[in-house]
């Protein structure tokens, strides 16, 4: 998608230094646009950990090229060069506990390298397929755009072409993913194809994702929205001022279940209570095949309080601060995800189509998962 | 309540001049306690505009004796001072359209003057009346914490004496009132009587009541406390975390449809979707008896967009600063309030008990309201 009207990934191999992969370090949007260098797996560890990058498919991204760092950075005899990525792969692994892109990714590069003969293969073959998670992101972020896209149309047609309001949680933007997003690539398609479209951003409490990088991202693309408190949407839901939902997931589960942004469930509920749709779009690689239940299986991150008890913005001066906004020594608790129960989800929009949120369902577009 | 260990109300009759009434003014809290004189009609309606001033029982309190002020400042001729009182209490009631008790302090006070022949005895009926209402609502305060508690009780004795973790929403502490607080007065009545009580503290974006006051009385008064950002809830609920709900209101219909800060509808859905009690305490004050339909006819406050756009807090330096977290220029809508269904609601606890929250179960403790 653009920034200042220039199409533009968040993550991509340097032009001139192979050595190196770019992001754009996302702490400092909106207020500044900042391109960070990575050259080692502490600098890829860190920038998924300190949430320089962060979002279900950008996270698998940067893992993948995580372990490419890994075996262009190991050393060159084979024994040592396997310790090197498994280490690597390690630490990786332990930077985000709830996103299953982040293992999906890793075990896909690992996978791949050990099918190839010789470090100097595997070395590019990890290139290659971090290259290849990378593409296939932004391909299938644009499916689930033309998928996600009929269903706004239909909604559009309903209301006789006056605007589609559309909330959405967090950030499953373009920023959360390599291009398009997955619950924006709908509402970036829709907009392209001259729909009518109004997003209601929730802020995202406490990183305000919403605020900070949807918002950000929205106004890029010069798709009409605004922003409000998470507090918001049952209020907005309540007086037919939303038409539908779309958010995205860091894990989903074989029977439907989501794990997304802390907050999401809240929204479910109040879309199921005044019979509005509420979707949720992904691309593939974030279903967890391995389970059912989300409430019970799914580990949900917990975060520094700290997170809550201070927040990041622009001073009246441009720069940037931290202000404390609760009682010295507060203490605070801060989880990452809630979980959505597959029975309060319309419909979830992946690369192969639209579907009901129930394993039956899912197994139908997946049958090889079956 | 105690502020620094001392007993303390939020409105008070300055000691040694009747001409000023004093207040916390509350937008300094928790970082500064900042007293404020107040001692013109205008001074009243900024403080209650403003939210130096808020909730539903001290906007009540701050209205009746803004109305005093009004009385004691008007011109000495009958003719004249019936204009000036006329005209304040228009000023007063435009401040905050949702809170009932505005109106209804303001109306209470015309009465009684009214009541009275001759200015000076209008003034000194208007300076008891407000006294009276203050001291009625610190007293049914007070009630409503015993009848809360005798709920509270239960619940820890299913618990067998392990804390119960009461979740709430905004401030409907003593901050909200004269004293005691509605939602807080059984918290603080169990506490006292030794029950183990936790509060969850929603930190109630965008004004951060929650985590500027509510955590801020909470620890003032020594009670175990957790702030969050008001995402979390419904995580919390589905894990068991959270034994029950405990909101305010600024209005209450005579069916039993509360209008609460923005996001206690979510709450109650949570609550509801877990089968955990949602109780909303509030004394009769906070009774609008002419509407039934709460989502139809209780006028929801719209305010500046720049409120979610701009967070106030303490710079690492200890001042106060105001810090941008949106892009430049972006648009926010901020309701003020929700309404929540008496569906979702377990019961009311008011100074008159415990019932459901539905009419015939309301009229039944108000009879004169049949």
């Known amino acids: 998608m653009k920034v200042n009207g220039k199409p533009c990934r968040t993550i991509w191999p340097h032009p001139d230094d192979p050595r190196i992969v770019q992001i754009i370090d996302q702490r400092h949007l909106p207020h500044r646009y900042v391109i960070e260098d990575l050259a080692s797996v502490a600098d890829f560890a860190t920038a998924i950990r300190e949430m320089h ?30 310790d090197w990525i ?35 293969a595997k070395r590019r073959r990890a290139f290659a397929e971090a290259q290849a998670i990378a593409d296939e992101d932004a391909d299938f972020c644009r499916r689930i755009g033309e ?9 559009s047609r309903r209301k006789n072409g006056r605007p589609v309001n559309i909330l959405t949680h967090c950030n499953a933007g373009w920023l959360a993913f390599v291009d398009y997003g997955s619950a924006t690539a709908p509402i970036y398609a ?48 309540q007086h037919g001022m939303v038409d539908m939902v779309i958010v995205g997931t860091d894990r989903t589960t074989r029977c439907g279940d989501v794990a997304n942004k802390i907050g999401t469930y809240l929204k479910a509920l109040a ?7 509420f979707y949720v779009a992904l691309p593939s690689s974030t279903f967890d095949w391995t389970i ?4 019970r299986d799914i580990p949900i991150e917990e975060r520094s309080g700290e997170e809550v008890c201070f927040i990041k913005g622009k001073t009246a001066g441009g720069g940037e601060a931290s202000i404390g906004i609760a009682p ?43």
């Open 292 to 295: 059912c239940d989300g409430i």
């Open 147 to 155: 998928h996600g896209l009929a269903v706004i149309r239909e909604i």
């Open 190 to 237: 829709a907009h392209a194809d001259g729909i009518p479209v109004h997003v209601w951003v929730d802020e995202t409490r406490p990183w305000l994702q919403g605020a900070k990088l949807t918002a950000w991202e929205l106004g890029q693309e010069g798709v009409p929205h605004t922003l409000i408190a998470d507090n918001t949407g049952g209020h907005l839901m």
């Open 271 to 277: 879309a199921h209570d005044n019979q509005i749709p």
């Open 86 to 120: 498994a280490e690597a792969a390690a630490r990786l692994l332990k930077t985000r506990p709830t996103a299953s892109n982040l293992a999906w990714a890793v075990s896909r590069l690992r996978s791949a390298m050990e099918k190839e003969e010789g470090v100097a």
């Open 328 to 370: 010295e020594g507060c203490r605070a608790a801060n989880y990452g995800f809630d979980v959505t129960p597959a029975r309060l989800i319309s419909g979830l929009i992946t690369e192969r189509g639209v579907m009901r949120a129930a394993e039956e369902d899912i197994l139908r577009l997946y049958p090889e998962r079956g």
């Open 53 to 82: 990058v962060r979002g279900a498919g950008l996270i698998g991204a940067t893992a993948g090229f995580g372990i490419y760092c890994a075996a262009i950075t190991a050393p060159d005899d084979p024994a040592g060069f396997a």
